[in-house]
């Protein structure tokens, strides 16, 4: 119990005045004000004895929490475009990472409030066009339905008070981003025979050369933290399709050989990332005694000189997308590398897709996985490169075959150092909302639409109607075609690049979206 009558009476007018000016105000915030304005400690239950005896104090307990929904139909659900890009940047879990490091949080507050907190301070200038106001951003329901989770309100203003508060946390952020966004056009693998073979960006095929389009570039920190887990062993080089014709062309045999590590020569001696000028990004030295690593690659059925004895074979086994409303049949087979190619048998494994269990195979994918990794949970996973395959591998010669896209980079580094000279959270938050933008229209959207400026392209594409659904393994957005001006073409272009990617959250999930007609009531 606090002690009423050692307080003077101008500190409990002043306890009065704030609660009756802003009747929401806690007695935990009103000690803090107190603190503030008369340099003096006060209890909450000393506060909430003076209300009481005003008749002022709220009645006892927690105040309901009023209900957010986070699934079901939306009226911007282009907005999860930005929301995927912004996981694709990394640019809420660098924020989020640079936080935790520089300041003490508190143990009450989780790293996925912070992360939350990051998604709405970038997300609200694009969601309303107009500078973050922190004192209303708590009760935008619009942003926390796109986050999908919205922290308590105590932790959220807690969390912007440390942003506030911590020394270079804007300077740190500049300089990390600087790195890790620069683009990423192809992977460059020497061998230790000095042969060499590609692999662009996107991870979308084996090339023999550097001539590799920029439409298939990605980020740095994207293409380095998926490698680094490859050599790991954390997870398999997932790649779309051979785009060669020959199944046993040059580039897939020592992409083959250099992976599975049987042949001393074939070993993988250097790895370097680079940009889409051949500008060397990142090199880095193989060891001699590297781990076999894993691996998986999509072909076509005409690419296999006995795809008649896939045909013959029964799939029994089924892998499901409930949420997308998609599903495979598939069998495991065993297939390996002729002698005469390899100087010795290389053993691999085949996963074969069917639409039913005994129509003819409808794509194969190729792996040295061992049997007992591929099972539902890890196909339902890996395979999502494989859905739709068709549409994928049109994509992929057309995209081999244009003109390169457009870099903003030089719009981008500017971005960044104005966000290097921002002042305030506010400014930051602009800043990184412009940044994430800059992305999209680069990246993402139809070439024709490049010289489209930013309140068409929201209007557009981003405040389309649709629907959002949140499993433990996706979360799933299908937007509806209501918006005149936008042709579908186009928003399906924006759907299967992001869908490529593959892009996860911090909780595992995976983006995924579509475009269909609204349900009729």
Request: proline content about 3%; glycine content about 2%.
């Amino acid at each position: 119990m606090g002690v009423i009558y050692k307080l003077k009476p101008e500190i409990v007018a002043f306890i009065i005045l704030k609660k009756q000016s802003n009747p929401d105000l806690g007695c935990r915030a009103i000690a803090e004000e107190v603190k503030k304005k008369f340099n003096i400690y006060i209890s909450k239950s000393s506060v909430n004895n003076i209300l009481i005896k005003e008749a002022l104090s709220s009645s006892v307990g927690r105040k309901a929490k009023e209900h957010l929904t986070l699934e079901g139909k939306v009226d911007h659900a282009g907005f999860y475009f930005l929301q995927a890009l912004n996981y694709f940047l990394k640019l809420t879990p660098i924020a989020t990472e640079l936080l935790v490091n520089s300041v003490a949080i508190p143990r009450r507050i989780k790293k996925l409030d912070i992360e939350n907190v990051f998604d709405a301070l970038i997300l609200y200038r694009l969601l309303f066009n107009s500078t973050i106001d922190l004192s209303i951003c708590y009760d935008k329901k619009e942003i926390w339905t796109v986050i999908g989770r919205r922290p308590s309100k105590s932790n959220f203003y807690d969390i912007v008070h440390k942003i506030k508060n911590s020394q270079f946390f804007v300077k740190k952020l500049t300089e990390r981003l600087r790195s890790e966004l620069r683009l990423v056009s192809k992977i460059k693998f020497l061998l230790r025979d000095q042969k060499v073979f590609y692999i662009d960006g996107l991870l979308r095929s084996v090339w023999p050369d550097w001539f590799i389009s920029s439409n298939f570039i990605t980020t740095y920190c994207n293409i380095d933290s998926y490698i680094e887990s490859v050599f790991r062993r954390e997870r398999p080089l997932a790649i779309f399709m051979s785009q060669s014709t020959d199944l046993f062309s040059k580039e897939n045999i020592d992409f083959f050989l250099s992976f599975e590590n049987y042949l001393l020569e074939k070993k993988i001696s250097k790895l370097e990332l680079l940009d889409y000028e051949n500008d060397v990004i990142k090199s880095k030295e193989i060891p001699y005694n590297t781990e076999r690593l894993f691996f998986l690659i999509g072909f076509w059925p005409w690419q296999f000189y006995d795809i008649g004895e896939f045909n013959k074979k029964v799939a029994k086994e089924k892998i499901e997308w409930r949420n997308l409303g998609l599903s495979y049949y598939f069998s495991r087979e065993g297939f390996h590398i002729p002698q005469h190619i390899a100087g010795q048998i290389v053993r691999l494994n085949t996963i074969v897709l069917k639409d039913t269990p005994s129509s003819p195979a409808k794509l194969i994918v190729l792996t040295n996985m061992p049997s007992e990794y591929i099972n539902e949970k890890f196909l339902i996973k890996e395979l999502c490169n494989w859905v739709e395959a068709e549409k994928r591998y049109n994509d992929l010669l057309i995209r081999s075959k244009s003109k390169n896209i457009q870099i903003e980079e030089i719009r981008q580094l500017k971005i960044l150092d104005k966000l290097n000279s921002s002042n305030s959270v506010e400014e930051m938050c602009d800043y990184l909302s412009d940044l994430l933008f800059s992305f999209f229209r680069n990246l993402f959207i139809p070439s024709h639409c490049f010289d489209w400026n930013q309140l068409k392209i929201k209007d557009v594409f981003l405040r389309q109607k649709g629907s959002v659904l949140r499993t433990s393994k996706f979360s799933y957005c299908k937007l509806f075609i209501t918006n005149k001006l936008c042709e579908k073409t186009d928003l399906e272009y924006i759907v299967d690049r992001l869908n490529e990617l593959k892009i996860e959250d911090s909780s595992g999930r995976i983006f995924w979206f579509s475009v269909g007609e609204e349900p009729k009531i």
